[in-house]
């Protein structure tokens, strides 16, 4: 099937059922229910959970994703993992956007659960809808319409989301005009994940598991900026099968504890391992470890790189490594933390625990000042990357190590 969604399509004679998945709990490290894979193809955008907020009846959400991955049959997956009592969307449809609110007419198309149009995800649960006739073109806005007609208790979602997305009350899903969107949102609600099925059956994919830096803070909104992103279009026209990007950055994320989201360790199944397609992991955390002062060491660090790097090897994954940049002027840096950053980082640079590494702290320093971020990177806080930075990170992945040979 050819064109974007909702043109020329013909609809088709069954869906496959949507995979509802329990999320592991808060503080457990398990592995997701095989249930949790069940969705076919290649995630395209994805964006870690947490809680957001409280839900809130009789509202709609215009989420507005960017792709990476072109493909058909796409798919979205709502997250309740954070609820309480159950999720219940009683229209989902994904649109092509035009500008701001509005779609680009004759593309929204209402998404199916298990072939209902209503859909009620279990608290701590996942579920993935059923495919959608049509292609989704690589590296283009996608709107994803959501009906929440009794939601209360927390809600989850992506926080910093960098990108505006709109909101409205009554359910206007199925409008593809702005005139009902009023109002706005810097955060993702219930969706954490979108997939396609590539023309090429071997397109994988790479999950960014990182904090604020891959959130993308300091670098420019709407304009989908993070570094992840500017990867993504690297991979576009690279002579590599690694094609989709997941961004599962949460600001103020930590390997070892919880606190700005689970850590990565308790969200590495959810987040990362049951993402379609992910031939990949790439790991860029530890600076919030380092400078919260905790008594973290780097023994602790590199045991934590070491147990991510074994349950995704397990689960058959390739895994590269980032070193954690400079952050000398942010206020916690000082130089027992700095001494932490540079032991990790020795570690990453000679680990055979990994299948390989990027250099991400010589992309970013001052060759005058190696402890600190190069001023022409640096987004204002001595820590983060502005729009430079960010496309600096990205141009230091080598693309052809993405793929590893295990």
């Known amino acids: 099937m050819s064109g974007p969604i909702g043109r ?24 997701l229910p095989a249930t949790a894979t069940r969705a076919s193809g290649v995630v395209t955008w994805a964006a870690s959970a947490d809680r957001v907020g409280a839900g809130t009846a009789d509202a709609d959400y215009r989420l507005i994703v960017h792709t990476s991955v072109g493909g058909s049959g796409l798919r979205v997956r709502v997250t309740n993992a954070f609820g309480d009592r159950p999720l219940t969307l ?36 996942l579920a993935w809808s059923d495919p959608l006739p049509g292609s989704v073109p690589a ?36 409008e593809e005009s702005d005139t009902d969107w009023t109002r706005t949102t810097g955060s993702w609600w219930y969706l954490d994940a979108v997939s396609v099925r590539p023309s090429r059956a071997a397109t994988r994919a790479v999950a960014a598991l990182g904090d604020s830096i891959t959130d993308g803070w300091q670098s420019t909104g709407d304009r989908n900026r993070r570094w992840p992103d500017y990867l993504a279009r690297r991979l576009i026209t690279a002579r590599t099968r690694i094609k989709g990007v997941a961004d599962e950055g949460i600001s103020g994320n ?9 850590s990565a360790l308790h969200r590495l199944d959810r987040d990362v391992l049951s993402l379609p397609g992910v031939r990949t992991v790439f790991l860029f955390e530890g600076v919030n470890d380092i400078k919260a002062h905790t008594g973290v060491t780097a023994a602790d660090l590199i045991a934590g790189y070491r147990e ?30 700095e001494t932490v950053r540079q032991e990790v980082n020795r570690y990453l640079r000679t680990s055979h625990d990994v299948d390989a590494v990027t250099d991400f702290d010589r992309a970013l320093r001052s060759p005058y000042d190696p402890e600190r971020i190069l001023p022409f990177f640096d987004g204002g806080d001595h820590l983060h990357p502005d729009d430079k930075g960010m496309r600096a990170l990205a141009d230091a992945v080598d693309l052809g190590r993405l793929d590893c040979a295990r």
């Open 8 to 31: 020329g399509c013909r609809a088709v004679a069954a869906l496959l059922t949507a995979s509802v998945c329990q999320s592991a709990p808060a503080q457990a490290a398990e592995p």
């Open 90 to 125: 009683d229209s989902v449809w994904a649109g092509l956007r035009d500008h701001g609110a509005a779609l680009r007419p004759g593309s929204n198309r209402r998404l199916t659960f298990g072939g209902s149009r209503t859909v009620t995800v279990p608290a701590g649960a």
């Open 139 to 174: 590296g283009t806005d996608l709107a994803v319409s959501l009906h929440t007609p009794d939601a209360a208790g927390p809600a989850g979602g992506h926080g910093t989301a960098m990108q505006t997305s709109y909101t409205g009350q009554g359910d206007h899903t199925a």
């Open 254 to 262: 930590k390997v070892l504890a919880d606190g700005a989201g689970q």
């Open 308 to 337: 991510i790097a074994r349950r995704a090897h397990a689960a058959g994954k390739c895994v590269v490594a980032a070193t954690v940049g400079p952050f000398k002027g942010w206020p916690e840096w000082d130089p027992a933390a």
